[in-house]
Every structure is written in structure tokens, then in C-alpha cells.
């Protein structure tokens, strides 16, 4: 079973991995980082923890991109290199 933790570790590692190819941006979609990470079907049940990764890693700089065309759960522009100024908001005590 996949855990919130899964999903942050995917995401640090696209953002490692685009930082060293000298990308500007990395966006990622939900449904698309789920089917990465879980061998299980994209359901509602299980992609609170895939939107919970997504929005703990993200940083004041970084945007959410609503795309009314397309039914996307979540789609977040995150914005690199990322710096200590630009870590996650959430609180990692909790």
C-alpha cells in the first residue's frame, strides 16, 4: 500500500532530477504521479494521499494550475532550483 511518504519521496526525486538537468519548472499531475507510484487503480479513496504529497512539498513560489478542460484533481507548477526560502510550507513536525 502507498502512503502519503511514497508520494513525497516521487515528487523530491522529479524535483532533484529536473534541478540537475538546469529545469527552470517541473509540473506534475496527479492522476499521472499516482499511476507512477501505486500499482493500484486511480481511485478517490487512495489519491488524498498522492494531493496531500503534492501540496506539503509545495512552496510559496510554486502554483497550483486549474485546467477546467481536463478533470485533474491537482496539477502543481513547482519552481526550482529549490532553495531554503522556497521549501515546503507544511510543517514537518507534523
Known sequence: MVS???FRQA????LELASAQGGRELTIECGELYRSV???PVSNRWMIFCCNAMRAEMAISD???FDHAKETLLKVKYRLPRTRTS??????LH
Not at 515528487?11 to 522529479?14: D, E
Not at 521549501?87 to 514537518?92: E, G, K
Request: without cysteine; negative net charge; charged residues 25%.
Open 11 to 14: 515528487i523530491r526525486s522529479r
Open 87 to 92: 521549501s515546503p510550507m507544511s510543517n514537518p
Open 38 to 40: 501505486s500499482e493500484l
Open 63 to 65: 502554483e497550483v494550475i
Open 4 to 6: 502519503t511518504d511514497h
